[in-house]
């Protein structure tokens, strides 16, 4: 069982008042939406679904008959009088060979349909990824902030205690050149964020200037089956090889249903004697004779349809695996963000404020407090690396479950 926790990195200001005023017209994206617009947008989703209508368009031409024989007669034919005639064939080919055609087709239109929920998955994991990445920079700004917030305050504290004589020039130094690093961390961080905002735009596939919706980092709930089985056979990696298994069966029994005969049928019309009037009809059967050439194919494509058959009992051991990894890491990261809000997380809050007002009462020194708050904000940077963590595998998890 999956709880949902909500946490919010608070005490400092929203990413939202620091972005939106370098941008003009900012739009609020949530997760859905971003999701919903790459889904409209992506090249590879559209032809996915071109694949599906290509192969439903093979599938109204399953009949393809050999064209037509017409031929016409004009001379000595019957007798010494000039006479004409004429006659059309049509093979109508094997009726088993069109009706496993036809078996083949919808196989391959369930392949092309596999495709694009493949593709549709794809798209969405990369699209959260990629949103999920944009706001853990938002949160890594924040406590960054946080940080250069406070030690702005320390070197207020050490200037002033220097210009009273209370301190000396090393302290104030200390104070400012951890300042300037963390104004240095900030500054690669908003590079980092406009190059995460760019990735997202790329995968949706749509210019614009974006803020999240919401730049809470929260967990994803995800409630995964406890049973083995049922969770994999809802992946849908193993729906496309169970295609290709198919597929390859569907061929084998074309190459077999060859061994059943061609059916053709024809007309005829004649003059005898320049009497007209003499028709009739004509039906036909053929069937090979040499036998080896069709069931040499007939072991080919039964070693096709093996190997497919092997590929798909591999993949359905590597999913199952895959997922069962993906269940227990998501565990291991669920039990770690459990301490941090239940214990943490707590923790660091309390010890930047006490840390803070022991040292404006001057009962730490200052390597006390930078020691305090660097402990503190690490925890958080830490837990901020875990959650981030957890949803990433929490969307890989999706990926395979329905």
């Known amino acids: 069982m999956f709880i949902?926790?909500?946490?919010?990195?608070?005490?400092?200001?929203?990413?939202?008042?620091?972005?939106?005023?370098?941008?003009?017209?900012?739009?609020?994206?949530?997760?859905?939406?971003?999701?919903?617009?790459?889904?409209?947008?992506?090249?590879?989703?559209?032809?996915a679904q071109l694949s599906i209508k290509e192969s439903k368009?093979?599938?109204?031409?399953?009949?393809?008959?050999?064209?037509?024989?017409?031929?016409?007669?004009?001379?000595?034919?019957?007798?010494?009088?000039?006479?004409?005639?004429?006659?059309?064939?049509?093979?109508?080919?094997?009726?088993?060979?069109?009706?496993k055609n036809g078996k083949y087709l919808n196989e391959k239109i369930a392949l092309s349909e596999t495709e694009y929920t493949i593709a549709e998955k794809q798209v969405t994991v990369l699209v959260k990824k990629a949103y999920l990445k944009w706001v853990f920079i938002i949160n890594q700004y924040k406590i960054k902030q946080q940080k250069a917030d406070l030690l702005k305050e320390f070197v207020r504290i050490t200037?002033?205690?220097?210009?009273?004589?209370?301190?000396?020039?090393?302290?104030?130094?200390?104070?400012?050149?951890?300042?300037?690093?963390?104004?240095?961390?900030?500054?690669?961080?908003?590079?980092?964020?406009?190059?995460?905002?760019?990735?997202?735009?790329?995968?949706?596939?749509?210019?614009?200037d974006y803020i999240p919706e919401s730049d809470s980092l929260e967990i994803i709930s995800l409630n995964p089956s406890t049973d083995t089985d049922e969770r994999f056979s809802s992946a849908i990696l193993l729906n496309y090889y169970n295609n290709l298994y198919l597929i390859e069966q569907a061929k084998l029994n074309i190459?077999?249903?060859?061994?059943?005969?061609?059916?053709?049928?024809?007309?005829?019309?004649?003059?005898?004697?320049n009497t007209p009037g003499f028709n009739g009809w004509s039906i036909g059967v053929s069937f090979p004779v040499w036998f080896i050439p069709q069931n040499v194919s007939v072991q080919q494509a039964k070693i096709e349809s093996e190997k497919a058959l092997n590929t798909l009992e591999y993949q359905k051991f590597n999913i199952e695996k895959e997922i069962e990894n993906l269940v227990i890491k998501?565990?291991?990261?669920?039990?770690?963000?459990?301490?941090?809000h239940e214990n943490a997380l707590i923790k660091a809050d309390a010890l930047i404020t006490m840390a803070t007002l022991q040292f404006e009462k001057e009962d730490i020194e200052y390597f006390e407090f930078l020691e305090s708050i660097k402990t503190a904000l690490d925890i958080k940077l830490n837990y901020l690396n875990t959650l981030f963590e957890y949803n990433i595998t929490a969307v890989d998890l999706e990926f395979y479950i329905k």
């Open 4 to 47: 949902q926790i909500t946490i919010f990195i608070t005490g400092i200001s929203s990413s939202q008042k620091i972005f939106a005023q370098e941008k003009i017209n900012v739009q609020k994206i949530s997760i859905t939406q971003a999701v919903e617009t790459a889904l409209a947008n992506n090249p590879d989703l559209q032809n």
């Open 57 to 99: 368009l093979a599938k109204k031409g399953v009949l393809n008959f050999e064209p037509t024989q017409f031929n016409y007669h004009h001379g000595q034919i019957n007798s010494m009088l000039i006479d004409q005639s004429f006659e059309i064939d049509q093979n109508f080919g094997s009726i088993l060979t069109h009706f």
């Open 159 to 208: 200037q002033l205690k220097y210009n009273l004589g209370e301190s000396n020039v090393l302290e104030q130094i200390i104070a400012e050149t951890e300042y300037a690093s963390v104004n240095n961390e900030i500054q690669k961080i908003k590079e980092e964020l406009m190059i995460a905002e760019n990735n997202l735009k790329q995968i949706m596939n749509k210019e614009g």
């Open 255 to 273: 190459e077999r249903s060859k061994f059943f005969p061609e059916i053709s049928a024809g007309y005829f019309n004649q003059e005898i004697n």
């Open 330 to 340: 998501l565990d291991q990261l669920q039990n770690n963000l459990i301490y941090y």
